[in-house]
């Protein structure tokens, strides 16, 4: 399918039907730097070192922001046209709160929280470009005091690199460029990123430069993508040496063995209180969030005392505890898994029941609600098995499965594959090929190869104006789909439908699955007996999927 922007009419790109506002710029710089950190991730996984050697500063980051784009989402997922900045953002901010995973996720879900703040509500007096370089001082300050002892050379330093460069932009440019503020604070964050290893003794033994400064970079460049069309190829610094040497205390007898992190439930007047109980307690801390809800981080050896000072201050939940002698030397408990497991994203009631009757564990997704990666996690780490096949059944959630797969395999032990299925037709297909008896290896390439020769297509309605692959639209046009493309603009259901029939049928096939969306029962028929007339030497099958904004899914094999 197409993203949601294109699932409700496509959303046109600088220079097509004017500039962009800036809910559409949030909601690509979203996907962006989503996208952008999953390509990332294993990269900033291996320059991790500080302030412990675990190896997933990348990846926490990765599930900060997929969180923050599937609350954003979420947020215009009721009427998009009704969603003001204000709440745009304020949901953006919220679900970094909520994803927020480990050191760095925690520091930067505090900084997006900060600039969504000041982004969301421009004083008058105030240019673009003075509102942009002000929300980027604001959120390193924050940053700045959301950790107990700030150390340079970190995603810290990184960001004041980058604010202060924004602000003598803003000085010098025009009142409206914030691509000029964003592109010269993402020129000084790589310059700063190259000096960490001057700063931090363990980066410089390591031979790396600092992992969540890494981080930071990735997002402004992918802000500087949205707002100037370009992508910037840069410098990552330098690689670690394996095996890393890592003179550091954090695993020794003396340094804290567990990471400890919480969501929380609090007044703000308790947290002042909370910081310095959990100071005594070990290091790297990190108290984030506000309005009564708070996100905590600590490394610590005595966790049940980091967990009721957490008590004491207010109501803890989601807690996690890490023991980074188990991440580091990769002991996995794993001898208690067996079997195979498919795990599926079903875009409708309908499409979750025919996942889940042919055996697979089904994720609620699509369009508005995209399966996320810690959605598919929970459901891997809830699992018994001990290998696993992931059909995400959609473009943009290929990157969450295969971050998930990842995460999985490295948490686990488990053995993970990610069928790369853009379409919920595709994973049909390659389930009703699944086959447990097989070896792992077998069974993913039948699966692989069925999806991928499964053309897909799909009808659905503009819900405004915009300019497509196949022309302009109107609201209220039928759009019809192949293989992720806009194809054809037509004012009637049955003929765009009919017309994707035979487009996809010219390549020949044997087999035509018709999916009827929600409101679509009489179309999936009217297609039915289209094809049985029209093409008597293919066979056709169709099925209820209940799936919003498509009337109908389609595939030939």
Known sequence: MPDDASTAGPTPRAGEQGAPTDLDMLRRFADEATAALAEAREEINALNVYPVPDGDTGTNLFLTVSSARDALQAALAGDAEACDLATAYAGFARGALMGARGNSGVILSQMIGAMAQRLADVPSERTQAEAWAEAMVHATEASYEAVGTPVEGTILTVSRAASTAACEEAGRCGPDDVAAVVVAASDAARTALALTPTQLQVLADAGVVDAGGRGLCVLLEAMETVLTGRRT?????????????????????????????????????RISTLRKRLATLGDSLVVVGGAGLWNVHVHVDDVGAAVEAGIEAGRPHRIRVTHFAEQITEVRPVAHRSGRRVVAVAAGAGLAELFSGAGAIVVRG???????????????????????VLLPNDYDTVSAAEIAAHTAEDELGVRVAVIASHAQVQGLAALAVHDPGRSFEQDVLHMTATASHARHGAVTVAAKKAITMAGPCEPGDVLGIIEGDFVMVGHDLVEVARSIIDRLLGGGGELVTLVAGEGGDELASQCERYVETAHPTADVVSFPGGQPRYPLLLSVE
Request: proline fraction near 12%.
């Open 233 to 269: 190829v840069s410098s990552h610094g330098p690689r670690p040496r394996l095996p890393v040497p890592i003179p550091t205390d954090h695993l020794s007898a003396e340094g804290p063995s567990y990471e400890v992190m919480y969501l929380l439930d609090a007044e703000d007047d």
């Open 366 to 388: 699509g369009p508005g609600q995209r399966a996320s990666t810690g959605m598919l996690l929970d459901e891997i780490r809830a699992s018994e098995a001990a290998e696993f």
